[in-house]
């Protein structure tokens, strides 16, 4: 971004020409307002994730929260086919847990973030992995361990303190 996000206080649209018009305006983004409530934990899946698909949630970063997570999981609670963990100031864990035991994990590192800072988190499903982004640049690949169609929901996981999730934006066919 060019600059900070909660510093934006207006969007301005140009109609273009032709009779380009836009039409509707959702605003995904309430830090633009002075509260933001949490987005809630849990979102079942109203079907199968594919490749293409892609899940994107918003948060904002509270300095004293040890972690904050997304995660994939399967119908059986124990079972947690992608946990994407965020571990201040600047590492990212990857991994997989199957029947209450973890799998080899997949770290990699972000950019500290700011007291109160928006950022943004993209999970793209990919031939063989899942690719994430954080605030748009690309952080490691991690490699299905386990097929795309057993995923049944996503679960947010959001920290401690005033630290959260208050966007999250599934797949359009998956939107309820």
Not at 118 to 124: C, S, T
Not at 139 to 164: E, M, Q, W
């Amino acid at each position: 971004y060019r600059a900070p996000l909660e510093e934006i206080t207006r969007v301005w649209f140009v109609h273009g020409s032709n009779g380009n018009m836009w039409y509707s305006l959702e605003n995904p983004i309430p830090f633009l307002t002075t509260s933001v409530t949490p987005a809630p934990r849990d979102h079942r899946l109203r079907e199968i994730l594919k490749v293409g698909d892609k899940i994107s949630a918003i948060g904002r970063f509270a300095e004293r929260t040890d972690k904050f997570n997304i995660n994939l999981i399967r119908e059986r609670e124990d079972y947690v086919d992608f946990h994407l963990d965020f571990r201040p100031p600047k590492t990212i864990v990857m991994n997989t847990r199957f029947d209450k035991g973890w799998m080899k994990e997949i770290r990699d590192t972000y950019q500290p973030l700011a007291n109160n800072q928006v950022f943004l988190v993209e999970i793209l499903c990919d031939t063989n992995a899942f690719r994430v982004f954080f605030d748009g640049i690309e952080r490691k690949c991690f490699p299905y361990r386990s097929p795309l169609d057993g995923i049944t929901g996503v679960k947010l996981g959001h920290g401690s303190g005033a630290n959260g999730w208050f966007w999250l934006q599934l797949p359009p066919q998956m939107e309820s």
